[in-house]
């Protein structure tokens, strides 16, 4: 198997992992403190970027060409949007876990939540002014009839509750995910994942400041919470090691968007969840999407662009 294909299954097994631990961890703590309390399991990631041989090289050769003004500039700009993408997506999560404890099935909130991407891409076509590909717009298409299924039929109304409040993950995320896209013009791939993940920590530590700790927390439960963030980081790190490993980004991104083919089964297996035809169909539709969303076509000028 290539490096980059490893690395990026990689990533799609600990997203998918990731996406499951929040249900795990249930109620006994609040979204925002399992947010919060999450950031311990991102800790060890992150000092690895920071100090990371490779990333210190990389920093240094930057740090050489870019050593007027403007380029400066642009360096605190990446930075500034990395950091933001961070903020949003902790914020995104907290949605999340609030959507996951309250009655939502993980094996349709998952695929559902995937579909992020769109968000991305029709905010990168108003302020980027970037076009859609046929098969992102095949996606979009797919995505709108996902939504429309995972409507819960015994609701009255056309959006159900728990669907209402999925909506915020999936806003939060795709801003996060122009912002992120926006970063990497300026910065490298690697230190646009190191601000990313840094962001974690100070809004962490506003929530533990205005949130206190439950009385007794389970040593369980502490493992769940620390296991909810490393798998979160973990994702992020293969991802960049697998474009690292010369990679081609319109393959890496659509695969890594199959990372509710490990949520689905999991929760079906081992939370005994039941779907029906309507909501597997919805499943099949929002993979199928998340896939077509990511597939970003290049320009016949970037052709010869190493990843």
């Known amino acids: 198997m290539r490096p980059w294909l490893l690395w990026t299954v990689g990533a799609v097994v600990s997203w998918g992992v990731w996406a499951l631990l929040g249900k795990l961890v249930g109620d006994t703590l609040s979204p925002a403190l399992t947010q919060a309390l999450s950031t311990i399991g991102i800790l060890p990631v992150l000092l690895f970027m920071a100090f990371s041989i490779k990333l210190s090289q990389r920093t240094q050769e930057e740090t050489q060409r870019l050593l007027d003004k403007s380029c400066e500039r642009n360096r605190l700009r990446g930075a500034v949007f990395a950091f933001g993408a961070g903020m949003l997506t902790c914020l995104g999560n907290v949605a999340y876990y609030e959507v996951l404890n309250h009655g939502a099935k993980a094996a349709t909130v998952v695929p559902l939540t995937a579909l992020y991407p769109v968000v991305t891409i029709l905010l990168a076509m108003l302020f980027l002014k970037e076009r859609l590909n046929h098969i992102q717009f095949a996606g979009l298409a797919l995505s709108l009839c996902a939504i429309y299924l995972f409507n819960v039929q015994q609701e009255q109304g056309f959006l159900s509750s728990w669907l209402l409040v999925a909506l915020i993950p999936i806003a939060l995320w795709g ?11 300026h910065i490298s791939g690697e230190l646009s994942t190191l601000w990313f ?10 929530i533990l400041l205005r949130s206190p700790l439950p009385s007794e927390i389970s040593s369980g439960k502490w493992l769940l919470v620390i296991a909810l963030g490393f798998t979160f980081a973990l994702g992020n790190f293969a991802l960049l090691a697998a474009f690292a490993s010369h990679g081609k980004a319109s393959i890496i991104a659509p695969l890594a968007a199959l990372y509710p083919v490990v949520s689905i089964p999991i929760a079906i297996l081992l939370l005994h969840e039941r779907v029906g035809w309507r909501e597997t169909v919805g499943i099949a539709f929002a993979l199928i999407s998340a896939v077509a969303l990511s597939w970003e076509t290049r320009a016949p000028s970037e052709a010869a662009i190493p990843t």
Request: hydrophobic letters at 65%; zero cysteines.
């Open 175 to 185: 801003v996060a995910g122009l912002l992120q896209k926006v970063a990497t013009n």
């Open 197 to 206: 993940l840094a962001a974690f920590v100070p809004v962490a530590l506003y």
